[in-house]
């Protein structure tokens, strides 16, 4: 017995319509999304996962400024990365993250608690306050988090919804 003696034969048709039915079906429900909020729609499919937070803006770009001293956030040369920002952030639907990082070793952490993570926000902060001073981005439009890795901050620039 082969394979395909388990299974009656079907006209080819029927695979056809069943996707013309299927098409149909994503066509209204498309129809239908439409007419709701994306705002409450993304909200609505974040709580069908179990998701209680709102996702990060999706990276469309990145820069970054390196050349931290080992347990400093004194900003080193940054120009470049603040024309960046405030070229790639001048539209109103993009967010702009920037995630302060530290390279791990125990000499690269915040010389008054001890803690690398204080020591990445702070290069963070550093950066951001550059942003929000020279009026390149609001204080709004920015997230800070930390990570571990070099002794930089990555500025990621992402989509964060809206139509236009």
Same mark, same amino acid.
């Given at each position: 017995m082969t394979l395909d003696d388990d299974f009656p034969a079907r006209p080819i048709w029927l695979t056809t319509l069943a996707d013309l039915a299927l098409l149909l079906v994503g066509f209204f429900v498309l129809l239908q999304a439409n007419q709701v909020d994306p705002n409450r729609l993304a909200a609505g499919f974040r709580a069908g996962f179990g998701i209680k937070e709102a996702a990060p803006a999706m990276p469309v770009d990145l820069a970054a400024v390196s050349g931290f001293a @080992?347990?400093?956030a004194q900003l080193p040369d940054a120009a470049a990365a603040l024309g960046w920002a405030r070229s790639a952030a001048a539209d109103p639907r993009t967010r702009? =993250? +920037? +995630?302060g990082e530290v390279d791990g070793t125990p000499a690269d952490v915040d010389p008054l608690t001890g803690s690398g993570p204080i020591l990445a926000a702070d290069r963070a902060r550093a950066i951001a306050a550059a942003l929000v001073r020279s009026g390149a981005v609001a @204080?709004? =439009?920015?997230?800070i988090a930390t990570a571990r890795g070099q002794r930089r901050a990555v500025l990621s620039l992402g989509y964060d919804g809206g139509r236009q």
């Open positions: @080992p347990g400093s702009l =993250r +920037i +995630i @204080p709004e =439009r920015i997230a």
